[in-house]
């Protein structure tokens, strides 16, 4: 007996639905943990939100995240597993059943051609959905792991060299937070992968899968290596560079490592960050038919950690022998002695200075100095906003929308702004809020849509299309998350009197899902795809969305940069500077900093 196409077509359908919904009840104690415990009461506030979401998202059986990244398969088989058709058969139900859920749940139809930018509306395609192999020794079962992870950015490589050794691996991965975590392109709290080793594409491929595939708690069976989760992680929440960008207690809410051995020359890493859309599901399916849905994927076997040449599940693993090469040390701290990773260590002399000479000891507001403190007020407007309505806003007020806004992103902006093609529609004296996002949603009859999750993307990354849209149209808001630079603020926005609003946090989709009562209509579909076409939304209370950056030009961001900022600085001074420098590498890290 087999396990037939049509049970594996229902069970990669029910994983996509069940990925894109709930949050796995590690990941949702974990936010839990992080809120109570939080001191800075706008971070409080931001993931109590969160957890509040994964609520929502469950009792509305929608998207927890409008976003809803690239659907991917992680599959394990058993030495027995008896598949009829085969893997061809198999990578065909995941594909259907991809598909589907797109239509079903509905996920956001995220997957396009590289160059052409061609949307088939259902994230299948070439490659699509990724499927990655594992296989076991024994059993007559088949694993299948859907995982939902956002396709841009919180992801990086780097070469390293053993004479880097862990302080290289540090500095890396404090690189890798700051840098994304500071342009509003990674949604913390974070659960961070690393991969040591292999090569290239194998330990990006590993940081991923760690990330991704195992629980919040879980520490590795090797010592040496759950020593450097325990180290990354304390790194990670010293930086203090938490949720929306705020200084909050739980930026990271687990670190989890994964090795392969490597060539002798070098100590290639690479990072990977999975977003508080903690999107995963698994399910075993054995020969006989039984299908088994659990929240772990068990990803990471002793079979897979095998370092010998053939396999034996009674021999002693290295790590765990008395040669293991296990070093005691010294950490100065009430003269205690911890474990260490026995790479090489640099001497306190190749550190780096704590910053340059010509760092900045002005505050990041506008004009030199941060604005002055003051209690944040919450306004209830309606689209289409007035010049009065905006210029009454400050940055860190919170602001709730009702009535009609459009949503654009580069499709739009290009279509609209560069090839000319003017929209359908009144945006200067009727939809004058544009949302820099596209939902997850659906067409469920001829010309009617529905949408079910909200969420909007990192807004600088349009920032060249600002100036001829406010000139040209009219816009009075621009929701995105992150926000847009000072300079953005100070020359365009104040220009043309308009407001940036930030989701507050990033990625709380079902709740602003359910905020959106009506799909008036979608513009260019046909031309530009579902997920970059232009869809005019019917909001109620959409909200809450902070004020990041205000009409007279201040940022929000820059406000609370020199609190931001403090901890990383006192990180930095004891980082030292990698072996093998990028060209054009920013290796300030006041540069890194926001203002």
Request: charged share 25%; hydrophobic share 40%.
């Amino acid at each position: 007996m087999g396990i037939t196409y049509a049970l594996l077509e229902d069970v990669a359908h029910e994983l996509n639905r069940r990925a894109a919904i709930a949050v796995p009840l590690d990941a949702k104690e974990a936010f839990v943990l992080a809120a109570q415990k939080e001191r800075n009461a706008t971070a409080k506030l931001a993931l109590e939100a969160v957890v509040r979401n994964a609520d929502v998202a469950v009792a509305e059986q929608s998207a927890m995240c409008g976003d809803t990244g690239l659907p991917r398969f992680y599959v394990k088989a058993g030495n027995g597993a008896q598949i009829d058709g085969g893997f061809f058969a198999l990578e065909r139900a995941l594909r259907r059943g991809t598909a589907l859920a797109t239509r079903s749940v509905p996920l956001r139809s995220n997957r396009v051609h590289p160059l052409t930018r061609r949307n088939p509306n259902n994230n299948v395609g070439v490659l699509a959905p990724n499927v990655d192999y594992r296989f076991e020794p024994e059993g007559d079962w088949i694993e299948l792991t859907a995982v939902h992870k956002g396709g841009l950015f919180g992801s990086d490589y780097r070469m390293l060299f053993p004479g880097d050794g862990i302080p290289g691996i540090k500095r890396f991965f404090v690189d890798t937070l700051v840098a994304f975590g500071h342009r509003g392109l990674s949604c913390p709290p974070v659960i961070v992968g690393v991969g040591l080793g292999g090569t290239k594409d194998q330990c990006v491929t590993l940081g991923k899968e760690a990330a991704c595939l195992r629980l919040v708690g879980d520490r590795h069976p090797d010592p040496l290596v759950a020593d450097l989760e325990d180290e990354l992680y304390e790194l990670g929440n010293k930086t203090m560079l938490g949720i929306m960008g705020f200084k909050s207690d739980t930026p990271v809410l687990d670190v989890h490592c994964e090795i392969a051995y490597a060539h002798t020359g070098g100590l290639p890493v690479g990072i990977s960050e999975l977003c508080h859309a903690v999107r995963r599901a698994t399910a075993r399916v054995y020969n006989d038919g039984r299908v088994e849905y659990r929240q772990d994927p068990q990803w990471f076997t002793p079979y897979m950690r095998n370092e010998d040449v053939d396999w034996d599940p009674e021999r002693t693993p290295y790590y765990a022998r008395p040669d293991a090469g296990r070093v005691t040390v010294k950490t100065g701290v009430n003269g205690t002695t911890r474990r260490v990773i026995p790479l090489v260590e640099l001497s306190d002399a190749a550190l780096t200075p704590a910053l340059s000479q010509g760092e900045r000891e002005q505050g990041p507001g506008t004009n030199g100095s941060a604005a002055p403190a003051r209690e944040s007020r919450t306004f209830h407007l309606t689209v289409p906003l007035t010049d009065a309505d905006v210029r009454q806003l400050r940055v860190g007020d919170v602001v709730y929308l009702n009535g009609c806004i459009f949503t654009a992103r580069d499709g739009v902006y290009e279509h609209m702004l560069q090839q000319g093609h003017e929209p359908p529609i009144d945006i200067r004296n009727e939809y004058n809020v544009t949302t820099q996002s596209s939902p997850a949603g659906a067409e469920v009859a001829p010309g009617k849509y529905e949408v079910t999750s909200l969420q909007a993307t990192a807004g600088f990354r349009y920032a060249q299309w600002m100036e001829p849209l406010f000139a040209r149209y009219g816009v009075k808001a621009v929701i995105n998350k992150g926000g847009m630079s000072v300079e953005m603020y100070r020359d365009v926005f104040k220009k043309h009197g308009v407001v940036c609003l930030s989701m507050m946090p990033y990625g709380i989709g079902a709740i602003y899902g359910k905020e959106v009562v009506n799909v008036r209509d979608v513009i260019w579909k046909q031309e530009l795809g579902m997920s970059e076409a232009m869809w005019l939304l019917e909001v109620e209370e959409l909200g809450p969305l902070l004020v990041e950056g205000d009409a007279e030009g201040n940022s929000y961001n820059a406000v609370i940069a020199d609190e931001v900022n403090a901890p990383l600085r006192d990180i930095y001074k004891d980082l030292p500077e990698l072996i093998l420098k990028r060209f054009g590498e920013v290796r300030d890290p006041a540069q890194e900093m926001i203002g």
